[in-house]
């Protein structure tokens, strides 16, 4: 009963961890560790500059310390952060999908824009124009070389 009315204290939003200056997943030691730490850098009783901040400082992290001491608690706020991060790479994920299908877009209107544009093709000496390939044959160059250098003085498209 007493894990159930903390239970509802939980707040989703707050970074339990964080408020003890630890990453997600710490174990309970580390946990013990950093509130005693804490505890003496931050109580009320040591911090005369600002009693207001530190004593809603040390609130926080004794509030976390609770939360994150009680294993089912701990368990719940776990499940809420690793649900949150599978959130997070879904959504990133279909925002690559998304620039992609972007990015696609944008080559298929680039290459209707260009399509006109005269290229060379080198491995079957062709030249792509809007009127289609024209086959050219070898002999009018005196090189493989002269014609790459021919089709890129006349190559329209952009770079």
């Not at 609130?59 to 608690?73: H, N, P, R, V």
């Not at 493989?144 to 498209?157: G, I, P």
Request: charged share 40%.
């Amino acid at each position: 009963p007493a894990s159930n009315s903390m239970a509802k204290q939980i707040d989703p939003c707050k970074d339990y961890y964080g408020a003890l200056g630890l990453s997600f997943g710490a174990t309970t030691d580390e946990i013990k560790k950093a509130y005693r730490e804490l505890a003496l850098k931050l109580h009320p009783d040591k911090s005369k500059d600002d009693p207001e901040t530190a004593q809603r400082k040390f609130m926080e992290m004794q509030e976390a310390f609770e939360i994150l001491s009680d294993s089912q608690t701990k368990g719940m706020i776990d499940d809420v952060f690793k649900e949150k991060v599978q959130k997070v790479k879904k959504l990133d994920d279909m925002e690559k999908k998304r620039k992609m299908r972007e990015w696609d877009e944008l080559e298929k209107d680039r290459a209707a824009k260009h399509r006109d544009c005269l290229y060379y093709c080198a491995e079957d000496r062709v030249f792509r124009t809007s009127l289609g390939p024209v086959k050219v044959p070898r002999s009018i160059f005196s090189s493989v070389s002269a014609m790459r250098d021919f089709a890129a003085a006349n190559d329209k498209s952009p770079a």
